[in-house]
């Protein structure tokens, strides 16, 4: 029988079997022996060993569409990435960190920034013009006000979707208002740190209409890029690509080189400087890496 891992914990995964019913079930050995590891997200074949139980063991991994590493889950359409607009307030370079990563696996990604009712309007506006210039689609939303919920289900409709951001965010609480069968729990607010507790532990697939899934991931606070060199990371900035050709020299970093297009388009407000900003930071730190 055929299904999806919906959620693995120690060793066992839980599958949403062609049934409908879920099957806890140990995975075989052959699998650790080949040094693949089954992933939330994994299409897969079970044989079913205790019709009552609902207890079977995982056979086969079906092949892949994509994997992530961070998050670790399989065959995702889109990534919608969730960040807070205050408590904790939004951290940029943890965006496009995100966002890079996002680019570099081929995955599309949404932008949301949620806790729109905390934020001035002027800050709503940039920032929602900011991403989108780079080819984003951005949500604002509250999840407490049940705003911008109609616009995020239009976009989770008929796809696998991964839903990440830090703790804090409101992820639990706007995946909670999009499903009515699995609350998950929702987290306060550390007042302290100003960050919130690791509300979801592990990465879970939540089937929410037909042929819909959400694949709830735990909040990070950190993420680094890795089997980059620094001169790649111009690859992965989207708003940079209208201008690729046009610099005086090629393969241009748009840093000091003389006669740059991106450069010329930074001085001109065509990008922004919010992220062109976290690019020389990014590429800052790529360089440091390899020194070391």
Excluded: W
Excluded at 145 to 160: H, M, N, V
């Amino acid at each position: 029988m055929r299904g999806k891992i919906i959620k693995g914990i120690a060793g066992f995964y839980y599958i949403y079997a062609e049934d409908g019913e879920i099957y806890e079930c140990k995975a075989k050995g052959i699998f650790r022996k080949d040094n693949q590891k089954p992933l939330v997200g994994d299409n897969v074949e079970i044989t079913v060993l205790d019709e009552k139980e609902k207890e079977g063991n995982l056979t086969d991994i079906l092949p892949r569409k994509n994997s992530l590493i961070r998050p670790a889950v399989a065959n995702v359409d889109q990534a919608f990435v969730i960040f807070a607009m205050e408590d904790p307030k939004p951290n940029f370079m943890l965006l496009d960190r995100f966002l890079i990563m996002m680019e570099q696996e081929g995955v599309p990604a949404v932008v949301c920034f949620n806790k729109k009712d905390l934020a001035a309007e002027e800050e709503l506006e940039y920032l929602y013009h900011t991403y989108q210039n780079c080819g984003y689609q951005v949500i604002l939303s509250s999840a407490l006000k049940e705003e911008g919920l109609d616009e995020i289900r239009e976009i989770l409709k008929g796809k696998t979707t991964v839903v990440a951001g830090p703790s804090g965010v409101g992820k639990s609480s706007l995946t909670n208002c999009l499903q009515e069968d699995i609350q998950m729990e929702t987290g306060e607010i550390s007042r302290k740190l100003k960050r919130g507790r690791h509300t979801t532990r592990h990465s879970q697939v939540i089937p929410i209409a037909e042929d819909t899934y959400l694949v709830d991931t735990p909040g990070f606070s950190s993420l680094y890029l890795t089997e980059m060199e620094e001169q790649e990371l111009k690859d992965y900035f989207p708003e940079f690509r209208k201008f690729e050709g046009q610099c005086r020299f090629q393969g241009c970093r748009h840093i000091h080189e003389p006669g740059c297009a991106v450069k010329e388009a930074l001085e001109n407000h065509e990008i922004s400087t919010l992220r062109y900003e976290d690019y020389l930071g990014l590429y800052e730190e790529l360089k440091e890496k390899r020194r070391y």
